[in-house]
């Protein structure tokens, strides 16, 4: 549905990356006339384009939380997976209380360990 300024976002998902930058504007230009068939407006052109990375896990839950291994300042929050609305407040709140050393029940299922096996020495093997 238009907004008031009579502007409307589309999205439409592209093949790998690779493919995003070479099919943008083939891809803008179908979404263009998708939108045209479906509103009734007298003209449709886009202001803006755009790609980017779309990723997910295998359990289609994003990574939320601090690094380990003497790094546990930098907080990382990504592979989304087109839920960024969805999971963004709970991504800000669970990295808000590992700044703050404050346990956030929410946040274990969101690890990055959560698909690593240990070895027998004990150490993390990305699987």
Partial sequence: MPSR?????????????????????AQADLL????????????????YTWAGVFATTPDGLPYIGSLPNGHKNIQYAFTFGGNGMTFSFL?????????????????????????CLANTEGASLRG
């Fill in 91 to 115: 991504a800000g709140s669970i990295i808000r209380d590992n700044i703050l050393k404050r346990r956030n029940a929410p946040a274990e299922p969101f690890s990055s360990d959560r698909f």
């Fill in 5 to 25: 300024s009579s502007r409307a976002c589309c999205a439409d998902p592209l093949d790998g990356p690779g493919q995003r930058r070479d099919r943008l504007k």
């Fill in 32 to 47: 263009l006339e998708k939108l045209q068939a479906t509103v009734d407006l007298p003209t449709v052109r886009a202001d």
